[in-house]
T-cell receptor
């Protein structure tokens, strides 16, 4: 069974631009969560989608948004990029939503802002 | 102050030796506590998941313990291998609805010959 696939693996953008990251969950998984990982802050939860609906949201500004499609694939969008948005963005999928659900992570998209 | 503190921040050990990583948390009430291993350039991989009522959970050479009274967890690695070199992250998941994950900043382990 294929794992969680994130594309692209690497991305370079400049300040003020916007970016869209993609995540394909494990087949059959309906919940997708997004995380930001930086050396200083570690892993931080962005949001979770289940059945095309945002179920939970972390403490990030509105520039960070996402959506989920009917096939459970998810995209994350960041608008008006800032230097501080440089990070590894990780996606994790699980069968369903709920705090007891094991999560399977992709290898992330490394976003660099110049 | 981070609500999930991990120690040490980094650790170097010789292949074949054992080591113990610590995780102290202040958040509560929690549903479960997880340990992840993250290799450089890869996403985290789950090692153990423990509910608040469990004291220990093993996964091969990895054994996690939990003391809910003192709010401490440890991850013990037995007979370390070079492939154990990675970052180990402790995650506390809160109850009360919502996806309330609180991550530690990790312990960077290096296993040398």
């Amino acid at each position: 069974k294929a794992g969680v696939t994130q594309t692209p693996r690497y991305l370079i953008k400049t300040r003020g631009q916007q970016v869209t990251l993609s995540c394909s969950p494990i087949s059959g998984h309906r919940s997708v969560s997004w995380y930001q990982q930086t050396p200083g802050q570690g892993l931080q939860f962005l949001f979770e989608y289940f059945s095309e609906t945002q179920r939970n949201k972390g403490n990030f500004p509105g520039r960070f948004s996402g959506r989920q499609f009917s096939n459970s694939r998810s995209e994350m969008n960041v608008s008006t990029l800032e230097l501080g948005d440089s990070a590894l963005y990780l996606c994790a999928s699980s069968l369903t939503t709920g705090v007891d659900q094991p999560q399977h992570f992709g290898d992330g998209t490394r976003l660099s802002i110049l | 102050k981070n609500q999930v503190e991990q120690s040490p921040q980094s650790l170097i050990i010789l292949e074949g030796k054992n080591c113990t990583l610590q995780c102290n948390y202040t958040v509560s009430p929690f549903s479960n506590l997880r340990w992840y291993k993250q290799d450089t350039g890869r996403g985290p991989v789950s090692l153990t998941i423990m509910t608040f009522s469990e004291n220990t959970k093993s996964n091969g050479r990895y054994t996690a313990t939990l003391d809910a009274d003192t709010k401490q967890s440890s991850l013990h690695i037995t007979a370390s291998q070079l492939s154990d070199s990675a970052s180990y992250i402790c995650v506390v998941i809160l109850t009360g609805g919502g996806n309330k994950l609180t991550f530690g900043t990790g312990t960077q382990l290096k296993v040398e010959l």
